[in-house]
């Protein structure tokens, strides 16, 4: 599509049509109004369309079968396509874009769930065009979010004449009037700064997610440069840009093993890890999403071997304690257990729970110089659910006499939860120190220093197999500290420095080795809005 020599005005005549069927569509929908849309029943609105085309009869016979909403949304969807943002183009784009939101909206006055009798025209339209044009399309959105077209400020203000011939009166007053109306939107597009919101990159990422999560899109089938893309999400600006992280690596394996493959995965990991340390301050369905996306990293092998090669020099925003010369991995499981932590007190939301413990068990087998802080709050997450099972089983014994049958259904229920959280962080520990004990002397320092802990469950049916390996261990180590006894306390470091020799000497006699396998996220796009996922603030 040619848009050589055409004038401003055009584009603006172009763009203030667009906004006003926006609007009138807008009214049709969100008062459920229904419409009959059709070329079959009326020649002339096919003539005036044909005025592009050089032989109405072919053109006729081409779009007899078509109706307004695929004609509409072809031609929308051409333009987005073809037509590259400019000064001139940007108000129709941004029309356009915003056009396509209005007129995909219909999904909302549907249930959580598609039905046989859902009527989305306008959506199904869209994806019903050529898989070229829609993988066009796609492109083109996904450089409006990672260019960032910036308001023009010659397009805030509108000219007084559209062109030397058209000098109205009526034009004049209008022109006064819009610039007078629009004069603080120009005073904020001219002071702008530069990391400022562009409405073109928010409209397309809304449209983008749209299509992704109404079918399956052509995102899976489309191969970019990433690099600009990857610059973009190490900030993670807000949850529509999280929301498009997560589709892309659940739906894009070539963007998955960019990410996979880069050497600095720090620099996305951090914004991550950042985002879930201030849980209070984000929703809980960005906090899902975040964690989701952990879980998707750590189902591959490499990645998990790299985050403990990567050493941060400080993490600056952790305020509870210092972390200094801390691998990216030991700050991953920091983050991890404390968001199960925040979730146990907060939230309270059993996904979020098996999501985190998921991505630690898939990390577990090649942890390596796990820190010390981050070997003592993983011990501590066992005690965190010790103590939240005892709770209920308190309520039960109470309820047995005072309490109502189905609440004790209900606690008794949680509690079976708690129980099934305690044998996965057991499973954590006894991975650690199945496949990777020699090089985490501080894990088993961890659960020397507190011992007691794992005693309730020794002989309890759903851990005893678990324990088995645990108790190998202590056994073992504490026959080496008992062989170097000393007169008066050990200090730490005296501790420590057996356990590292020892370490060394370690051959795994007795452990029984559990299966090694990898949780996998079985969420699909769209997944979010189903009610099992809505997450109470």
């Known amino acids: 599509m040619s848009t050589s020599g055409v004038p401003p005005w055009v584009y603006e005549k172009a763009a203030n049509a667009v906004y006003i069927r926006s609007v009138f569509l807008k009214h049709l929908i969100e008062n459920d109004i229904q419409l009959y849309l059709s070329l079959n029943d009326n020649e002339a609105i096919l003539k005036d369309v044909w005025e592009c085309y050089s032989d109405f009869s072919t053109f006729k016979n081409f779009y007899t079968d078509e109706t307004i909403e695929s004609l509409v949304m072809q031609n929308v969807l051409n333009f987005i396509a073809s037509v590259e943002v400019s000064p001139n183009t940007f108000l129709l784009h941004l029309e356009l874009l915003n056009f396509m939101i209005i007129a995909m909206s219909t999904q909302l006055l549907c249930g959580p769930s598609p039905g046989p009798n859902d009527m989305n025209s306008f959506l ?4 019903a065009q050529d898989s070229s044009l829609v993988g066009s399309v796609v492109r083109k959105l996904l450089l409006n979010f990672i260019t960032r077209h910036s308001v ?7 000219s007084i004449f559209y062109d030397g011939s058209q000098s109205s009166v009526l034009q004049r007053v209008g022109s006064a009037a819009a610039n007078i109306v629009l004069l603080p939107f120009s005073y904020l597009a001219s002071s702008r700064c530069e990391g400022s919101r562009s409405p073109i990159a ?3 990422l809304h449209v983008l997610l749209v299509l992704i ?15 600009p893309l990857w610059t973009f999400f190490i900030s993670l600006a807000d949850e529509a840009a999280v929301l498009l992280l997560y589709s892309l690596l659940q739906g894009n394996s070539a963007f998955l093993e960019y990410v996979l493959v880069r050497t600095d995965v720090d620099t996305l990991l951090m914004p991550i890890l950042e985002a879930l340390y201030n849980a209070p301050r984000k929703t809980a369905n960005q906090i899902y999403m975040l964690l989701i996306i952990l879980l998707i990293l750590s189902q591959d092998s490499s990645f998990n071997a790299s985050i403990y090669k990567l050493i941060l020099t400080g993490v ?4 509870e304690r210092l972390l200094h010369q801390t691998s990216l991995g030991s700050l991953m499981v920091i983050i991890l257990i ?3 932590q925040y979730n146990l007190s907060k939230l309270r939301d059993v996904y979020l729970h098996t999501t985190c413990l998921a991505t630690l068990a898939n990390m577990a087998p090649h942890v390596h110089r796990l820190s010390a802080y981050a070997s003592q709050r993983l011990v501590s997450l066992l005690i965190c659910f010790h103590a939240n099972r005892k709770d209920n089983k308190l309520h039960i014994a109470k309820g047995n ?3 109502a049958n189905n609440l004790i259904e209900d606690v008794s229920t949680e509690l079976h939860i708690y129980t099934d959280f305690l044998r996965l962080v057991l499973e954590i520990i006894n991975a650690i120190l199945t496949y990777a004990l020699p090089r985490n002397p501080e894990v088993v320092y961890a659960i020397m220093h507190r ?8 002989n309890h049916p759903r851990f005893s197999e678990l324990l088995e390996n645990i108790y190998t261990v202590l056994d073992f180590f504490n026959s080496r500290m008992d062989a170097q006894r000393v007169d008066g306390d050990w200090s730490v470091n005296e501790v420590l420095q057996v356990i590292i020799v020892n370490c060394r000497s370690w051959r795994g006699d007795g452990m029984k080795r559990p299966e090694n396998g990898v949780v996998e996220s079985t969420l699909q796009n769209g997944d979010f809005d189903r009610p099992e996922y809505q997450l109470d603030p």
């Open 451 to 458: 011992q007691e802990v794992f005693q309730p469950y020794k």
């Open 316 to 319: 600056p925003w952790y305020k």
């Open 401 to 403: 006499a005072i309490e």
């Open 213 to 227: 999560h109404y079918h399956k899109c052509a995102i899976q089938q489309e191969f970019l440069d990433f690099l």
């Open 202 to 204: 928010d409209s397309s």
């Open 124 to 127: 199904d339209a869209a994806m």
């Open 338 to 340: 404390r968001t199960v």
């Open 152 to 158: 023009p400020f010659n397009r805030t203000t509108y």
